[in-house]
């Protein structure tokens, strides 16, 4: 049934998840269509539609049991498991993301980071050790790793894409500036984040704004 | 004309823009749509479609001239003209956004960050300024500011985009994990970089890939 799904409704699933948590947070147990297309600033018929992909969830008249919906979106994304994430490159973006610890709420557990700068040798983040780079097949070689985010420089991006398929991380947060050659394996799945394209956007918007 | 292109459209852009500029790296001056095609992975059809909306830019048999399209992608998408930004939160992320010399090639300029840390006071980031948030009044009323860049926490995210709003700063590249109140203001720009989404889809792909 899922293979079906639009990405473009998964990558609105994760914003269900969000809200519905925050609905939960205020202790609220039950929600119409309406009220969380009012919330969420969607329509009910989207949102119906969306859930629908999945088996609905709602029974007509009573709404959205808000703790279910937020268990089965979990489950639909992937959040009902730990996924174990290492990050190359302990740089300024790599230590960001080893402090956010929202991630690991959500089940995304950074265990290491990865530089080739020996300065950073022997040092941590939030208890998260910093390794050199050339440790990288004996750590995979010894822990689960599920996914690997790469805050190198781009040049670097693609040699070392490879090598972590390699060595069987087929998940890859990618915030380099480039498309992934990995990309053509339909084995690996690729997450990019170009923060470039990200602000091109925005000033595309700025500009049409002011016109 | 431009009023009717989606944001589908324009999401592709940034990715045109790029993959022109590695032509131009290369010292290609000239490609067809197929060639191009065959880079990006997209269908020549795809491509002629999308910059049609700009009123084309290619001669039939002849390809597209890379200077001529890359420049006026670049001022589609605004390049041509100087963005200073600030940057709200000035942690690992914030500094992360700082440290990027790529964004000020493109015309994205950070001219300061703010933070509420007082051991922040007095520091810099690559020359860049940080600055006590006490002090974002007096620098919008004497400097130019285009753009702020939201990387403190989420509670505090929807009062200084509110803030910013009224010292005049119409563009808000939002990092924090929330739908910001604002943008229910349509003279005011918002981008999200949601990087729990992103990791969430991530995740829904690796367990798609996995069944």
Same mark, same amino acid.
């Given at each position: 049934?899922?293979?079906?799904?639009?990405?473009?409704?998964?990558?609105?699933?994760?914003?269900?998840?969000?809200?519905?948590? +925050? $609905?939960?947070?205020?202790? #609220?147990?039950? =929600?119409?269509?309406?009220? !969380? &297309?009012?919330?969420?600033?969607?329509? %009910?018929?989207?949102?119906?539609?969306?859930?629908?992909?999945?088996?609905?969830?709602?029974?007509?008249?009573?709404?959205?049991?808000?703790?279910?919906?937020?268990?089965?979106?979990?489950?639909?994304?992937?959040?009902?498991?730990?996924?174990?994430?290492?990050?190359?490159?302990?740089?300024?973006?790599?230590?960001?993301?080893?402090?956010?610890?929202?991630?690991?709420?959500?089940?995304?557990?950074?265990?290491?980071?990865?530089?080739?700068?020996? +300065? $950073?040798?022997?040092?941590? #983040?939030?208890? =998260?050790?910093?390794?050199? !780079? &050339?440790?990288?097949?004996?750590?995979? %070689?010894?822990?689960?790793?599920?996914?690997?985010?790469?805050?190198?420089?781009?040049?670097?991006?693609?040699?070392?894409?490879?090598?972590?398929?390699?060595?069987?991380?087929?998940?890859?947060?990618?915030?380099?500036?480039?498309?992934?050659?990995?990309?053509?394996?339909?084995?690996?799945?690729?997450?990019?984040?170009?923060?470039?394209?990200?602000?091109?956007?925005?000033?595309?918007?700025?500009?049409?704004?002011?016109?």
């Amino acid at each position: 049934m899922e293979k079906d799904i639009s990405q473009a409704v998964i990558r609105r699933m994760p914003r269900y998840y969000r809200y519905l948590g +925050e $609905l939960l947070d205020e202790g #609220v147990e039950r =929600i119409s269509s309406n009220d !969380l &297309s009012n919330r969420m600033k969607v329509t %009910a018929s989207q949102i119906r539609q969306d859930l629908n992909n999945f088996g609905g969830f709602g029974q007509q008249g009573y709404g959205y049991n808000v703790q279910y919906l937020y268990d089965e979106i979990g489950k639909i994304l992937g959040l009902d498991r730990q996924h174990n994430i290492i990050v190359i490159g302990a740089g300024n973006l790599g230590q960001a993301l080893a402090n956010y610890t929202k991630f690991e709420k959500l089940g995304f557990k950074i265990v290491a980071l990865f530089d080739v700068n020996p +300065e $950073l040798k022997g040092k941590s #983040v939030r208890d =998260i050790p910093i390794l050199m !780079l &050339s440790e990288l097949d004996d750590y995979c %070689a010894n822990n689960q790793v599920d996914i690997a985010a790469l805050t190198m420089p781009k040049s670097k991006a693609d040699s070392i894409a490879q090598k972590l398929v390699d060595l069987g991380v087929m998940a890859i947060w990618n915030f380099a500036h480039v498309d992934l050659d990995i990309e053509k394996n339909e084995d690996v799945v690729v997450e990019s984040v170009h923060l470039s394209d990200s602000l091109m956007q925005l000033s595309y918007n700025i500009v049409k704004n002011s016109k």
